[in-house]
Structures are given as structure tokens and as C-alpha cells.
């Protein structure tokens, strides 16, 4: 099993910044991919950022240049740094990790972003 807790959530204005964080703790050696996915009132969830253990990033195309997803190993942590926020960014974040081969997938329990215009 795999905990993933996220923070980082808030209420901001449009054009301002947050991060995300998303601590992954347990059985997590297999994992291959972890990742940011969003949904907002009324719609589907939908991919944010993801990366790989390979190392390949990618972006949903309305995120890309304005947000940033990276690891620390030694925390087991991942960040979603998010810039020039705009209203239709409000969402409930939630924090993904996969273990493709096992075909297991673990979801945090969502952090809530608002942005106001």
C-alpha cells in the first residue's frame, strides 16, 4: 500500500503562485509514475503534470510554461509549483501514483485550489 498526503492548497488571486505538495510514504519502490491531476465542479478529472521514473515529464496543454512538477528523492515528496494562476485552475488537486506493472494506483485525498479573478 501506498499513503500519499497532499498540501499546500489555498485560496489565491488570479496571476499569483502556489505549490503543491504530495508526500508518498509506504510501499513505495515499485512505484513508476507519480503525478498532479485535477477536477473542477461538474467536470472529469483530468491529467495536470506527470513524470516517470525514466525521467519524462509531460503537461496537460494548459498548464504548460506555467506549471512545474518535480521529486525529492529524499523526501519522497512531489511538488506542483504553479504560476500565473488563473480562475479556471480552481480545482481540487489530487496527488497520483501508479505501479503500472502491478496495476495499482493510489490517489491522496485532494487539496483545494481557488483562484479569484
Known amino acids: 500500500q501506498v499513503q500519499l498526503v497532499e498540501s499546500g492548497g489555498a485560496l489565491v488571486q488570479a496571476g499569483g503562485s502556489l505549490r503543491l505538495s504530495c508526500a508518498a510514504s509506504?510501499?513505495?519502490?515499485?512505484?513508476?509514475?507519480m503525478g498532479w491531476y485535477r477536477q473542477a465542479p461538474g467536470k472529469q478529472r483530468e491529467l495536470v503534470a506527470r513524470f516517470t521514473k525514466g525521467g519524462s515529464t509531460n503537461y496537460a496543454d494548459s498548464v504548460k510554461g506555467r506549471f512545474t512538477i518535480s521529486f525529492d528523492n529524499a523526501k519522497n515528496t512531489v511538488y506542483l509549483q504553479m504560476n500565473n494562476l488563473k480562475p479556471e485552475d480552481t480545482a481540487v488537486y489530487y496527488c497520483?501514483?501508479?505501479?503500472?506493472?502491478?496495476?495499482?494506483?493510489?490517489w491522496g485525498q485532494g487539496t483545494q485550489v481557488t483562484v479569484s479573478s
Open positions: 509506504g510501499s513505495i519502490f515499485s512505484i513508476n509514475t
Open positions: 497520483n501514483a501508479e505501479k503500472i506493472y502491478l496495476r495499482e494506483v493510489y
